[in-house]
């Protein structure tokens, strides 16, 4: 088999890092977490204690340095030295992430720095605009979704597994208007690639999705 570009787009909550993880080891691939590098430049700006500008974000973008390291389970992110695996997940950083992920010149960076790492191939990649702006032309392409209902519960039992205090009702909320921040932004909105395969994991569990997805990526 190839080195094949995996594209798994979709909306928040919608199990994209879990089931591209899983695609990854199965094929001996790398996994390139987008959406940890868009949480690692907004904790880099939630620490400067600086109020929001496009101007700053991007600033901040530019100069950040951020790698992956994977160990058995867990896929390590690091900022700048510094590892963040925990604290890109904080609620204070979902809060935030989609604003800071509009802005265009931080798109900018991270997209640059995605193609260089995913370039060659033998990479799943996961986010909101993989298959239309970072790598259109990716081997085999995703649109993983599920209903916002089942998203939240999913993150809801997520974060209370890791003894975090939430509301189910709060995570609905915050899902579905981070769903209308991603499709309705000017600059790469969420959207289903015309040549992406469509898959609705509301009734499915993670090891039927990722066969479904180890299929494609054979067929290809």
């Given at each position: 088999m190839?080195?094949l ?17 899983k695609?990854?080891?199965a ?5 390139l977490?987008?959406?940890a590098?868009?949480r ?5 700006f939630l620490a400067s204690?600086?109020?929001?500008s496009?101007?700053?974000v ?9 790698t992956?390291q994977r ?9 700048d030295?510094q ?10 950083v ?7 992920s509009?802005v265009?010149?931080?798109r ?6 995605q193609?260089?790492?995913g370039?060659a ?9 993989i298959?239309t ?13 599920a209903s ?15 003894g975090m ?5 709060d995570?609905?909320?915050d ?5 209308k921040?991603?499709?309705e932004?000017?600059?790469?909105p ?7 395969h469509?898959l609705d994991?509301?009734?499915?569990d993670?090891?039927?999705v990722?066969n ?7 067929e290809?």
């Open positions: 190839k080195n570009i995996v594209a798994i787009d979709g909306p928040a909550g919608a199990g994209k890092s879990t089931i591209a993880k695609v990854a080891e094929l001996g691939y790398v996994y977490d987008t959406g590098m868009y690692a430049v907004t904790l880099k204690k600086e109020p929001f496009p101007e700053l991007t600033k901040l973008a530019q100069a950040a340095k951020i992956f160990d058995p389970g867990v896929n390590r992110v690091f900022l030295g590892e963040v695996t925990n604290e890109i997940r904080s609620l204070e979902t809060h935030e992430v989609s604003p800071v509009a265009a010149g931080v900018e960076a991270m997209v640059n720095a193609r260089e790492l370039k191939g033998g990479v799943v990649l996961d986010g909101r605009d298959g702006v970072v790598f259109p032309n990716a081997d085999v392409k995703i649109f993983l979704t916002v209902e089942e998203r939240a519960r999913r993150r809801f039992l997520e974060l209370k597994e890791k205090a939430v509301q189910l009702a995570l609905t909320k899902i579905a208007r981070r769903d921040l991603d499709s932004r000017e600059i790469a969420l959207k289903c690639a015309d040549n992406a469509y994991s509301s009734h499915m993670i090891p039927t990722v479904a997805i180890l299929k494609l990526c054979k290809a």
